[in-house]
């Protein structure tokens, strides 16, 4: 009786073991959701989000039916890193390049996509214009942060 007790616990122990194993492999071969940009659609309300987050903005000129415009939809802001980059650096801010055209005019927008980082007080750090596959873009994009930190040092020594 006492070995049957023994290879039941053994058994119970096995089977335990394994049920964990899958369950764990099943876990991770589960992905997470793609990350996306977290968009924002109200340049003022974007302006207040940057101040008191202290993240510059990107603000990003996009048109309806562009095929540069989608292609950077789809290649570069679709990439989960790229969008986790820009969630985690910026606030992110998209806007239509005609029913916005007030704005793009103010800063100076002549195409569409144009992307440019911006501080909170609208210093521009950056300009990104056209279609940039996702490597270049987050490589122009941590040129414009490290411009940014380089002009705020030259105003904090005046």
Known sequence: MGQRNLRMKILAGTVTTVV??????????????????????????????????????????????????????????????????????????LLDGEKDRKIADILEVTQVPTSLVLSHNADLWGTISGYVEKARYRKALQQALTNGAALRMTASAR
């Open 20 to 93: 964990c194993l899958i369950g764990a492999l099943w876990a991770a071969q589960e992905k997470a959701p793609p990350a996306r940009v977290a968009w924002q659609h109200d340049l003022k309300a974007a302006q207040k989000l940057s101040v008191a987050r202290g993240k510059p903005m990107l603000v990003v000129f996009m048109g309806a039916e562009g095929t540069w415009c989608k292609m950077l939809e789809r290649d570069t802001f679709c990439d989960s890193a790229t969008a986790a980059y820009i969630n985690s650096a910026f606030i992110p801010v």
